[in-house]
Structure formats: structure tokens, C-alpha cells
């Protein structure tokens, strides 16, 4: 549609560049709930989505919004809702519904430092656990952290495409340092950018069966009103998605839930590499973090200490054999992030025990300096 996509350069903020990156994927309905430093998303979703003929609606609360998400995309929109810290902890029930149930949605995540209300204006990574397990159950996630403007606009239309593909609630963990900068953004042309849309069911519709696993284990998936048999719940489900309680079926159920994801992790799974080849120390940030970090590592260079960067473009699934095959190699790990150490537990049990890992953090409000970073490189090995 006509103002979908704006091609060329423009001047925006991480979270209006996220914003433009829905639409540019094809979102067409956005169910949200103000809050700093998230707001600038909802605000410019309800001024862009009527012009696309999309849905707008302020609901309620944040528990209102992931439930309006979940039903718009078994209606058939590709829908998207954005929050931070205490409205990502309102969503976590609702998020768990929408991994139940498999339906794609994208939930952006402005990060601020907490617990509770903390610092609503500042930036921080202290949800990146919670954006793992924060839902109740055994399960897997999809989430990205963008580390740029024009990234973020990219990895929203591939959270769409990843959540279209998997059937999964994807979650793109950005922070308010990256939400509320402005950086130059290029806009390709619709045509060169890549949508990828749910699997469809095919064949007789009174055979239907919504939880049927098709390719890779994942069933096609119709919208309400198309005349399938949609039965749809949070409850164990059979094939037919009608309740089952008995602990076979939710050992079938899950696995396969589980499955979809940790079977394809090698195409999920994106990282990007800086001086690795021949590094001896490995920093492993994301978002933020990896921006002051890349510029350490380059300092650490010129003092001679071959230093590299392992920047997690996904951090859930988390790049496992990717950390265990450094880990045979390098004197050690630098992990770098706003927080007192969440991701650093993961490249402490990924190394497992053949280098040392050493954590650069602290509680938010403010990035971590190159000169933090540094001085670590220096000092610790």
C-alpha cells in the first residue's frame, strides 16, 4: 500500500526506526499501552497505521495489549506490541499463551533499569533473562537486541519473519539508549526488502487438524473465519487443539514446541564476528554494550593485546557451540552488559570451565565506557 515503506535516508530514533520496521514487514495491527521509553512506538504506530488501513488501539494495560496481539494475529494480521520493564512483567502470562497456542506475534521490549519502577527515563539490559524464562513452563524463545537505529529496523521485519516461520512470539530486546538515539537510517526499496508469511493449511477443511506439525514440525496455520475447525487454547491441546490432560499429551505438545526451535537453530541463530581469527580475549556483548565494547576492542589492539569481539545479534537461542569452540582456543571471556551479570552466566556455563569468564556490568542508568572495558582487557589476563 501506498506509504507503507519510506524509501531513503532518514534521521530517526531506534524506536520510530522500529516502528517504520513493522510496517515495511507488513504489520497491520499494533495493541499497546504507553510507557517510557517505549511510548514513541505506540505513538507512532497510531499516527502511521491508519495510513496503511491498519488497527491501532490503546488498550487497557499491558496484559489487555498482548491479549489483543495474540487474537489479531488468529485473525490474520501480523500484529506487534511494544513496553518495558513492568509491562513486559504484565505480558509474561500472555506471552506463555502465545507460545502455547504458536501464534506469531512481535513484542519490543525499550529496556530502563529496575526491578519495579526504577529509572523510567535511563537505559539498561536487565530483562534479558526474564525475556528467557519469564513465562511459566518449559519452552523456547526467539529474541533479538539491536545495537543501532538502522538495525532496529531490520531485525523488526526479521522478528516478523522469524515469528511468521516458527510460529513463535519473537521479542526484540532493545534499551532506551537505543530507543531514544538518532542515527541515519536507510529505507531500501519494498521490493528488495524480504517478507515471509505464515505456513497456510492446504487440502479438505473438515479434515483440518491447527496443531498438526507440518515442515520442520510446524503446523500451517489458518485465520478465524476462513472455515477451518480453529479451536484454540492454552490448555494441553491435541492435533485438534482441544484440551487433553493426561501427561502423554503434554509431553507430545511440548517437545514439539520445543523442537521447532532448537531444531533449526543454525538458520535463527545470527552473531557477528570482530578480529576473532587470532583473538585471544573474546568480549561477547549485544545492543548498546557491543558498540562501546567493539570500540575497546580496537583500542586493546593498539596496546597490543589481541583482543575480539562475539557480538549476539540473537541472544535467544543463545549461540552455544559458537561460545564452546572458543572456549578452546582463547585465555578468556569478556562479557559486557547492563546488568550484574545475565548473559555472563550463559558464557559461563557455555565455556564450561576451559577459559575464564570475566563479567564487565552494573546495575543501569548509564552505558559502559570503552575505557571500562578496557581496563579489564588490561588487567584480567
Known amino acids: 500500500m501506498k506509504g507503507r515503506v519510506r524509501t531513503g535516508a532518514h534521521y530517526w530514533t531506534g524506536d520510530i526506526a522500529c516502528a517504520e520496521g513493522a510496517l515495511a514487514a507488513g504489520c497491520m495491527f499494533f495493541g499497546g499501552y504507553p510507557i517510557t521509553p517505549a511510548t514513541e512506538i505506540a505513538e507512532h504506530m497510531s499516527e ?57 506475534c512481535v513484542v519490543v521490549n525499550v529496556q530502563r533499569p ?19 524464562w519469564g513465562s511459566h513452563g518449559h519452552y523456547e524463545i526467539i529474541a533479538m537486541s539491536p545495537c543501532s537505529p538502522q538495525e532496529t529496523f531490520y531485525q523488526t521485519i526479521e522478528a516478523f519473519n522469524l515469528s511468521e516461520i516458527y510460529r513463535v512470539p519473537v521479542l526484540i530486546m532493545t ?29 479438505k477443511k473438515e479434515n483440518f487438524k491447527p496443531y498438526a506439525a507440518g515442515r520442520n514440525g510446524i503446523p500451517p496455520m489458518p485465520s478465524a473465519g476462513e472455515g477451518y475447525n480453529v479451536h484454540i ?30 531444531n533449526n537453530c543454525h538458520d535463527i541463530i545470527k552473531t557477528e564476528s570482530h578480529l576473532l581469527e587470532d583473538a585471544d580475549i573474546v568480549v561477547v ?11 575497546a576492542v580496537y583500542e586493546a589492539r593498539k596496546c597490543g593485546i589481541k583482543a575480539g569481539l562475539l557480538r549476539l545479534i540473537t541472544v535467544w537461542p543463545f549461540p552455544c557451540e559458537e561460545i564452546r569452540a572458543l572456549a578452546k582456543r582463547v585465555k578468556g571471556f569478556v562479557t559486557v552488559e547492563i546488568n550484574l551479570g545475565q548473559i555472563h552466566l550463559e558464557v559461563e556455563r557455555c565455556s ?10 552494573h546495575p543501569g542508568g548509564t ?9 579489564v582487557l588490561k588487567e584480567a589476563f
Not at 518495558?84 to 502465545?98: D, K, Q, R
Not at 529496575?114 to 528467557?132: E, H, I, K, V, Y
Not at 484440551?243 to 502423554?248: I, K, S
Open 48 to 104: 502511521r497505521l491508519p495510513e496503511v488501513l491498519g488497527t491501532f488501539i490503546q488498550m487497557e494495560d499491558e496484559i489487555a495489549a498482548m491479549a489483543a496481539i495474540l487474537g489479531a494475529s488468529w485473525a490474520g494480521a501480523k500484529s506487534m506490541t511494544a513496553t518495558s520493564g513492568p509491562g513486559f512483567s504484565l505480558m509474561m502470562e500472555n506471552l506463555g499463551l502465545g507460545i502455547c497456542t504458536e501464534t506469531p
Open 114 to 132: 529496575g526491578p519495579s519502577t526504577g529509572l523510567p527515563t535511563l537505559g539498561a539490559q536487565g530483562d534479558m533473562m526474564q525475556a528467557r
Open 175 to 203: 534499551d532506551e539508549i537505543v530507543g531514544h538515539m538518532s542515527e541515519k537510517v536507510i529505507v531500501p526499496d519494498a521490493k528488495d526488502i524480504v517478507i515471509l508469511n505464515r505456513p497456510k493449511p492446504k487440502g
Open 233 to 262: 487454547t492454552g490448555l494441553t491441546h491435541d492435533e485438534r487443539g482441544y484440551p487433553v490432560m493426561t501427561p502423554e499429551a503434554q509431553v507430545e505438545m511440548v517437545q514439539r514446541i520445543v523442537d521447532k526451535i532448537r
Open 285 to 295: 556483548s549485544y545492543g548498546i554494550s557491543s558498540r562501546t565494547s567493539l570500540s
Open 352 to 361: 564450561e570451565g576451559k577459559a575464564p569468564a570475566i563479567l564487565v556490568g
Open 367 to 375: 552505558i559502559i565506557t570503552p575505557d571500562d572495558v578496557l581496563k
